[in-house]
């Protein structure tokens, strides 16, 4: 047997945690240079340091919020979102080179926030005709000269709670009003400003070097070690990852490929994989019934993947023999994928070498080039979902899993069903559902401080499954949910 060429022991990940953007072209950059020509300008991000586009759903629900905020403020075809730390859903939003707002979601009040930043003033403050707060014309101020930035202060105003403008003296500035008072994070001097709004053929036409040398170097790796194994195939999952590293195999000379149906799985996803020539691997395994036996698949407990894929994987490769796979796995998508290496094993599958030839892509690099390529994707990405696995996957956030409501009502509604029944029988409270609790085992310090923000008690550092009746309403607890 051949010794496999690559490392093992991947060295330190050298993350991008800047974006490079062109303020003459007003697009993103995927190296620092336009193709235009123009030098980039850098843009911190946030970790993990991922950034995408917002697709058709999320601009769509962007601009609403945008709107219903200031009124008639464009909103560029164009925004990235950078993933940011929160209790569910939270991403700042990147447009014409600056961070231009902050949208989460709250699992509690089920609905969605914009709040803007500062840096969009330039872009805003021509358009918006409400969410203006006009200190100079509050009687508070007339005739005052008060210094406002990080302060908190009593203001008398019609706009309702939320992200707002704040004018003071010739200067602008953003703030959060909150019953009566308001919060100022800096006054400066704002000039209103227009931007080109280019669409994503202008994003790929000023990328396209960039994209061809990563197309390159993918393709490269993946011939490597294409000798490493009698054959070679392409693990597929129907989302944005695989579907360009499909492509990459391709035109490295790989055309077996296989999908793993969990049963679970959104019936787009199947007639995907299905409409792309890859063969399908039904998994055959009772969820409901293991649910019984082995209790609710959590964050820190997914037994799902090791029963639901991995099992089938394991069979369906025991036919194959040995063989290279390739896998769409990136550094970017999550903590335990961020010191992943070119290639690895998995002990269970010895015969079979996994190489991940995109692992040091973010999302931004896999949208562009699936533009450039024109690929088909998977059509849920357009409908507002990020994470295209199982349609109750616990690592979704409640956010997506209140999308998947909407256009799964039946699938949601009975495994809500389960759910309920399951928090009926170990006292748990209705938010155990209703705010998705359930997808921890011990829950995490955000969730414990949200509990405790709403009056309910939980334990910190245990398993969610006390006694019943130790969740019972207390005269803390608030009500209105």
Request: proline share 8%; net charge positive.
């Amino acid at each position: 047997m051949q010794r496999e060429r690559g490392s093992w022991r991947p060295a330190a990940m050298p993350v991008k945690k800047t974006l490079y953007w062109c303020h003459e072209c007003n697009v993103p950059l995927l190296g620092k240079r336009c193709g235009a020509g123009h030098e980039g300008q850098p843009i911190a991000l946030l970790e993990p340091y991922d950034v995408r586009p917002a697709l058709a759903f999320d601009h769509d629900l962007i601009a609403r919020l945008v709107r219903e905020r200031f009124g008639p403020v464009p909103v560029p075809r164009v925004l990235l979102l950078n993933k940011a730390g929160g209790t569910d859903r939270d991403e700042f939003l990147i447009a014409n080179g600056a961070r231009f707002g902050r949208l989460s979601f709250d699992p509690v009040t089920r609905r969605h926030r914009f709040d803007l930043e500062p840096d969009a003033l330039p872009s805003v403050i021509g358009h918006a005709t409400r969410g203006v707060v006009d200190l100079d014309r509050d009687p508070a101020f007339a005739g005052a000269k008060v210094r406002l930035g990080g302060k908190r202060v009593p203001v008398t105003s019609s706009e309702p709670d939320g992200s707002v403008i704040v004018r003071y003296r010739g200067r602008c500035g953003t703030g959060v009003l909150a019953g009566g008072w308001l919060r100022v994070r800096e006054l400066v001097p704002v000039e209103p400003a227009q931007f080109p709004d280019p669409g994503p053929e202008e994003v790929v036409a000023c990328n396209r070097g960039h994209l061809r040398n990563i197309e390159r170097q993918a393709v490269r790796r993946i011939r490597v070690h294409l000798g490493d194994r009698p054959c070679a195939n392409v693990s597929f999952s129907g989302g944005k990852d695989s579907t360009v590293v499909l492509e990459l195999a391709k035109r490295a000379g790989v055309t077996e490929a296989f999908f793993i149906d969990t049963g679970l799985e959104f019936p787009e996803t199947v007639s995907f994989a299905r409409s792309l020539g890859v063969r399908v691997v039904e998994a055959g395994v009772d969820f409901d019934r293991m649910v019984e036996e082995a209790g609710l698949p959590t964050k820190d407990d997914r037994w799902c993947c090791e029963i639901l894929k991995l099992r089938p994987l394991r069979r369906h490769l025991a036919g194959v023999g040995a063989c290279v796979t390739l896998q769409g796995n990136r550094w970017y998508e999550s903590w335990g994928r961020s010191s992943i290496g070119e290639v690895s094993r998995d002990s269970a599958n010895p015969l079979q070498l996994i190489v991940s030839p995109i692992r040091n892509w973010r999302a931004l690099e896999v949208w562009l080039y699936i533009w450039w390529r024109d690929l088909p994707y998977n059509p849920l990405y357009d409908q507002g979902l990020e994470r295209l696995g199982c349609y109750l996957c616990p690592s979704m956030l409640e956010s997506e899993f209140d999308r998947v409501r909407s256009l799964y009502p039946g699938p949601a509604s009975r495994w809500e069903s389960v759910l309920r029944r399951w928090a009926d029988e170990r006292g748990l409270p209705p938010e155990f559902v209703l705010w998705g609790l359930w997808r921890w085992k011990v829950l995490p310090a955000k969730m414990v401080a949200l509990c405790r923000r709403q009056g309910i008690p939980v334990p910190e550092g245990k398993p969610l499954a006390p006694a019943p009746g130790s969740f019972s309403d207390s005269p803390g607890r608030k009500a209105g949910r």
